[in-house]
């Protein structure tokens, strides 16, 4: 199948030639009819399956056809990142079309706030905006009129009410209409997004794309190491070594900030991305990195959704993050579409058993790569036997099992491929 095959209004049909695209994903193959035909949508898919797309372009071919007017269409996203990715998206996609669009977010100025307030009582005829600062305009004085919407789309619906955004969006509905069509995309489907589905899409179609598991193209593994051997292990693996683009996530953003002392020692081009900078600060360090500015981007769960950045080789979780979905998202940020790329993951003692909550998701065991001979002797992984050792070093020995044998036994291998992944 082919973008042709969709049918597309010619002014976007002539984008997607100019730029290249030909093939839909499988989320876009099974989500564009639904939203050509007008239907009401609740789509599971992780990050990096192009669900952007997905909902971008049949809604866009439907307002050409249908003539819509100004302010037709609203987007709803968790993050002020994942709202100007969505804008640039559109903007890429809508060069033929003269399709507009504003992205409207907070962490700006008086002055930033009338600006998107102007553009969405004047111009735009697709908003993008984060919860908190579209229920803001609308109710504040001179409010925007919202009464033309045609099209809601909730992107990402989980984390915007992991974010506590659940009451913002059900008061930002109150002011659409209630005949128009609504798209709800999570990369995942816990009861509470079912709820909320319940009430405010209208007996909508169901489309889930492999929910919880890591991409094919990524090539997963893991190390087993003392909180004192991370650091080491880290410059290991960043030495001597062509990576492409690479984000390190870390559990606190102290940590993030010692990481980016500790590795600019080394002379790595490497940026801290975390909650304590400014807006303008974090949008340079995108744009620097999108750039091939700098190679490594190290920060915390702030990144793991909605960084929409190609030709990331090599994802590394200094933590093992705490949740297992958080680890699909993390790792999401490589092998996107259908480039490949390699996550690699350290656990310390106290992490095992969060770690082996990963592998239960998942479906398969992560192969654990033995340290370097120079940093000493590695923690074993055995998550089921009760914990005797302290995260920085060892205390007394794991319990064996009868015959006397650990049940992990190095692979000797520094790489995985595709065949090494079940």
Known sequence: MTFHDFNFNQALVDGLDAMGFENPTPIQEQAMPVILNKKDLIACAQTGTGKTAAYLLPVMSNMINDGLGKLSTLIIAPTRELAQQIDQQVEGLAYFTGISS??????????IFSQQQKAMREGADIVIATPGRLLA?????????????????????DRMLDMGFYDDIMRIIKYLPVQRQTLLFSATMPPKIRAMASKILNHPEQISIAISKPAEGILQQAYMTYDTQKTALLKHLLKDKEHGSVIIFAGTKDKVKDLDKELRR????????????????REEIMRAFRNRDVQILIGTDILSRGIDVDGISLVINYDVPPDPEDYIHRIGRTARAETTGTAITFINPRDKRRFFSIESLIGYEIPKM?????????????????????????????KRKPNGKSNYKPTG??????????
């Open 413 to 422: 291998k520094t790489l995985l491929n595709e065949n090494n992944i079940k």
């Open 266 to 281: 080394n002379k790595l081009t490497i940026k801290a991305f975390h909650s304590d900078l400014e807006q303008l600060e």
């Open 102 to 111: 504003a992205p409207v977010y907070g962490g700006g100025d008086g002055q």
């Open 370 to 398: 033995p340290l370097p001979e120079e940093l000493g002797e590695a923690p074993a992984y055995n998550p089921e036997v009760k914990e005797h050792q302290k995260s920085h070093g060892p205390k007394k020995p794991f």
């Open 137 to 157: 305009m609308l109710t504040s004085s001179g409010s925007v009129d919202m009464s033309n919407i045609k099209y809601l789309i909730l992107d990402e619906a």
